[in-house]
């Protein structure tokens, strides 16, 4: 099956500084990429997705990279601000729609 | 958007009962669900696939006698937790794909905080 890595587990930043996180998955046929951020005791937020057949995509300070060949992805946030402060989870979902989830990465922007 | 809820959004139980969390589409059908696990500062992990008219598929390691799944109708899953002990305690959580604008986003439900005494 599917195994997704995904680093750092935690990262800390300054406001204002940007912010990468990277995962890897296993499975070749994997097309779906979804980010999601979770703050405490809530639910998943989609962020951004990407699939595969693209290589970037950016909304406003999120950016998402995909290199299918290697099989990485990357979440860019840039210009942090205190309310970023999360969990970050990157996904990939294979042809039956089923979510394999990163392990996560902790978030902190401090002001 | 798409919405998903879950009901209960928290409950305690005692050792040794059942505990039913109901997940429903509100505003599409969905033929699958899927209900995850979270235990505290760890990830979701995926538990089942539900398949509206059929059985659910379950990952390897899930025991599916305890984890009774019923998905009646394109609109409603259901996740019955048998003989509830302190280890089951968990936030869980249902999610629903839905086709919209040509993606399969999936949506997620509110969760459920089962504490199990």
């Known amino acids: 099956g599917e195994n997704v890595e995904q680093h750092p587990s935690t990262l800390s930043v300054q406001e204002g500084d940007s912010a990468v996180i990277k995962c890897t998955y296993s499975d070749s046929a994997s097309n779906y990429f979804p980010w999601y951020k979770q703050e405490l005791g809530k639910r998943p937020q989609l962020i951004i997705d990407?699939?595969?057949?693209?290589g970037e995509k950016k909304d406003q300070r999120i950016a998402v990279t995909l290199n299918k060949t290697a099989k990485h992805f990357s979440l860019h946030i840039t210009e942090t601000q205190p309310e970023d402060s999360a969990v970050y989870f990157c996904?990939?979902?294979?042809?039956?729609?089923?979510?394999?989830f990163g392990a996560g990465t902790q978030v902190v922007v401090t002001p | 958007g798409a919405v998903v809820s879950q009901h209960p959004s928290r409950v305690i139980c005692k050792s040794g009962t059942s505990v039913k969390i109901e997940c429903r589409s509100l505003d599409f059908q969905a033929t699958t669900m899927f209900w995850y696990r979270q235990f505290p500062k760890q990830s979701l992990m995926l538990m089942a696939t539900s398949n509206e008219g059929s059985k659910a598929t379950y990952e390897q390691g899930v025991e599916k006698d305890k984890f009774l799944i019923n998905h009646a109708s394109l609109t409603l899953s259901t996740l019955t937790v048998t003989s509830a002990h302190p280890e089951d305690s968990s936030f869980y959580i249902c999610?629903?794909?839905?086709?919209?604008?040509?993606?399969?986003?999936?949506?997620f439900g509110p969760g459920t905080r089962l504490t199990v005494l």
């Open positions: 996904s990939t979902t294979d042809s039956w729609g089923k979510l394999q």
């Open positions: 999610s629903a794909p839905a086709r919209l604008a040509g993606g399969d986003e999936q949506f």
């Open positions: 990407i699939r595969s057949n693209v």
